[in-house]
């Protein structure tokens, strides 16, 4: 298996202590790439020539004493980060032939760190999905079962580290697209808190480069392990030099708690309009038994946690209306005395300033109970989606698929109200490992921490990966 499987941070070590240098860890990286991803199809874009150019840097750098975060770590980037001289399609036929000159501010950074990018990996079409497959590029597997998916829209990030396709990679979450994939795939992966970190380059290809302020995007790091969440993060981390006129990293209160026994933990397995699967309320499970062995105090209820129905209802407005806004759908129907999310987000597609700016108070109105929580709790512990990794759904119109719960079909985006849980108010959100499902697929939980104390769930991740064990390399 050699260094394929290892974390960045125990590959920094060994090139500290001349154990192996940083071609030699490119060079495994390229050629388990080109043995094994023929099935999985997780590199989308290939940048080995270049890869093995900054591997030779990176130990000449070393050899010189340099020594920066990621210096000769093998990493991904997701397709959607503009990289000089690569194709940014969005898996988008139309823009096939897109390549920015320029560098997105996070592949900058990676760079800057050291890090050796071995090439870009496939989304969904637009990123507006929760597989990754497009006309472009092809259908990404699922490294554990490639009749299934690996999660979109970063599921060719998540597929590449489950495969030992590089140590770390970056991506974007919307709707769960750093998350699910983490979770369908058994990897890490944390949604930072909104506007923590710069996103530009990181661009629809219709769109120019410019350092905007999304809304509810973030972008995001993926690994194996939860140290190396937290590493990544240090690198991206931090306003854009354009707008802050600095290239100065965000500090960040450290976590709320160094031990397992001093956190206070509010979990959550259900949600009133979407049923949990068996197999993700046993991942709960595992990590909720995993706290109270460990002296953390933990709770099942609380009144202070914002309404779920509303939660799921605002954030469905404001993703369907932001979506609709840059990519145009067709006119829809929808019932207007119909409550179903289904119905809201039909309406959604056609909302008017007036009713964004009513979501958006709604909004704040949760932001509000969310500090209150916050105040009584240090994380809260929910699925990231009802069910482990499905098979391959290729209908066209996402809006009318299914997806089965135990046996039972609900709508095909349903699924989202986990996600949007914590991205619909701008929380930090970690997605760690959680055991396997009677199929032997892997399953995940989410760690949502406070606004802008990220450090939290990310030791909260760090500390339940010594007592439920972390990723496993697929069998």
Same mark, same amino acid.
């Given at each position: 298996?050699?260094?394929?499987?290892?974390?960045?941070?125990?590959?920094?070590?060994?090139?500290?202590?001349?154990?192996?240098?940083?071609?030699?860890?490119?060079?495994?990286?390229?050629?388990?790439?080109?043995?094994?991803?023929?099935?999985?199809?997780?590199? %989308?874009?290939?940048?080995?020539?270049?890869?093995?150019?900054?591997?030779?840097?990176?130990?000449?750098?070393?050899?010189?004493?340099?020594?920066?975060?990621?210096?000769?770590?093998?990493?991904?980037?997701?397709?959607?980060?503009?990289?000089?001289?690569?194709?940014?399609?969005?898996?988008?036929?139309?823009?096939?032939?897109?390549?920015?000159?320029?560098?997105?501010?996070?592949?900058?950074?990676?760079?800057?760190?050291?890090?050796?990018?071995?090439?870009?990996?496939?989304?969904?079409?637009?990123?507006?999905?929760?597989?990754?497959?497009?006309?472009?590029?092809?259908?990404? !597997?699922?490294?554990?079962?490639?009749?299934?998916?690996?999660?979109?829209?970063?599921?060719?990030?998540?597929?590449?580290?489950?495969?030992?396709?590089?140590?770390?990679?970056?991506?974007?979450?919307?709707?769960?697209?750093?998350?699910?994939?983490?979770?369908? %795939?058994? +990897?890490?992966?944390?949604?930072?808190?909104?506007?923590?970190?710069?996103?530009?380059?990181?661009?629809?290809?219709?769109?120019?480069?410019?350092?905007?302020?999304?809304?509810?995007?973030?972008?995001?790091?993926?690994?194996?392990?939860?140290?190396?969440?937290?590493?990544?993060?240090? +690198? =991206?981390?931090?306003?854009?030099?354009? @707008?802050?006129? +600095?290239?100065?990293?965000?500090?960040?209160?450290?976590?709320?708690?160094?031990?397992?026994?001093?956190?206070?933990?509010?979990?959550?397995?259900?949600?009133?309009?979407?049923? !949990?699967?068996?197999?993700?309320?046993?991942?709960?499970?595992?990590?909720?038994?995993?706290? @109270?062995?460990?002296?953390?105090?933990?709770?099942?209820?609380?009144?202070?946690?914002?309404?779920?129905?509303?939660?799921?209802?605002?954030? =469905?407005?404001?993703?369907?209306?932001?979506?609709?806004?840059?990519?145009?759908?067709?006119?829809?129907?929808? %019932?207007?005395?119909?409550?179903?999310?289904?119905?809201?987000?039909?309406?959604?597609?056609?909302?008017?300033?007036?009713?964004?700016?009513?979501?958006?108070?709604?909004?704040?109105?949760?932001?509000?109970?969310?500090?209150?929580?916050?105040?009584?709790?240090?994380?809260?512990? %929910?699925?990231?989606?009802?069910?482990?990794?499905?098979?391959?759904?290729?209908?066209?119109?996402? =809006?009318?698929?299914?997806?089965?719960?135990?046996? +039972?079909?609900?709508?095909?985006?349903?699924?989202?109200?986990?996600?949007?849980?914590? @991205?619909?108010?701008?929380?930090?959100?970690?997605?760690?490992?959680?055991?396997?499902?009677?199929?032997?697929?892997?399953?995940?939980?989410?760690?949502?921490?406070?606004?802008?104390?990220?450090?939290?769930?990310?030791?909260?991740?760090?500390?339940?990966?010594?007592?439920?064990?972390?990723?496993?390399?697929?069998?």
């Amino acid at each position: 298996m050699g260094w394929s499987f290892h974390s960045a941070e125990e590959l920094v070590a060994a090139m500290r202590a001349g154990a192996v240098t940083s071609r030699e860890l490119t060079d495994e990286a390229i050629a388990r790439v080109e043995r094994d991803d023929v099935v999985v199809n997780a590199i %989308c874009v290939p940048d080995f020539d270049r890869a093995r150019a900054a591997a030779r840097a990176a130990d000449k750098a070393r050899a010189r004493g340099e020594d920066r975060p990621l210096l000769g770590v093998p990493v991904t980037v997701k397709e959607s980060y503009n990289i000089a001289g690569l194709p940014t399609t969005w898996g988008m036929p139309p823009h096939r032939d897109h390549v920015p000159a320029e560098d997105a501010v996070q592949v900058s950074r990676l760079k800057d760190a050291g890090a050796v990018v071995l090439g870009k990996t496939n989304v969904s079409l637009g990123l507006q999905d929760v597989q990754s497959f497009n006309e472009i590029y092809g259908t990404t !597997t699922n490294p554990w079962d490639p009749g299934r998916t690996a999660g979109g829209s970063s599921g060719g990030s998540a597929a590449a580290l489950a495969a030992g396709f590089g140590a770390v990679s970056i991506g974007s979450d919307i709707g769960g697209s750093l998350r699910t994939p983490a979770h369908f %795939c058994g +990897v890490y992966a944390h949604k930072p808190t909104l506007g923590l970190a710069a996103s530009r380059g990181m661009v629809a290809p219709s769109e120019p480069a410019l350092p905007i302020d999304l809304d509810l995007a973030v972008v995001g790091p993926m690994a194996r392990t939860a140290r190396d969440l937290a590493l990544v993060l240090d +690198v =991206m981390a931090g306003p854009d030099p354009l @707008t802050s006129g +600095v290239a100065h990293r965000l500090s960040l209160p450290p976590a709320r708690h160094d031990r397992l026994s001093d956190f206070r933990v509010l979990v959550l397995d259900e949600h009133p309009l979407l049923p !949990t699967g068996a197999a993700v309320r046993a991942g709960v499970e595992r990590v909720a038994a995993a706290l @109270t062995g460990g002296g953390a105090r933990v709770q099942r209820h609380s009144a202070l946690l914002p309404d779920l129905t509303e939660a799921a209802t605002v954030y =469905m407005q404001l993703l369907v209306s932001g979506s609709a806004a840059r990519f145009p759908f067709g006119p829809q129907e929808s %019932c207007v005395d119909d409550r179903s999310l289904h119905a809201v987000r039909l309406r959604a597609v056609e909302f008017t300033h007036r009713e964004w700016l009513e979501a958006n108070a709604r909004r704040e109105a949760h932001r509000h109970g969310w500090r209150r929580l916050f105040a009584e709790f240090d994380a809260v512990v %929910c699925p990231v989606t009802p069910t482990p990794a499905f098979p391959h759904d290729h209908s066209p119109d996402p =809006m009318r698929r299914l997806i089965e719960v135990d046996g +039972v079909e609900h709508p095909y985006l349903d699924q989202l109200v986990w996600a949007g849980l914590a @991205t619909m108010p701008g929380l930090p959100a970690t997605a760690v490992p959680a055991g396997r499902s009677s199929e032997g697929l892997p399953v995940g939980v989410q760690l949502i921490g406070p606004a802008f104390e990220d450090r939290t769930p990310l030791r909260l991740a760090e500390l339940l990966e010594r007592e439920i064990g972390g990723f496993q390399v697929p069998r």
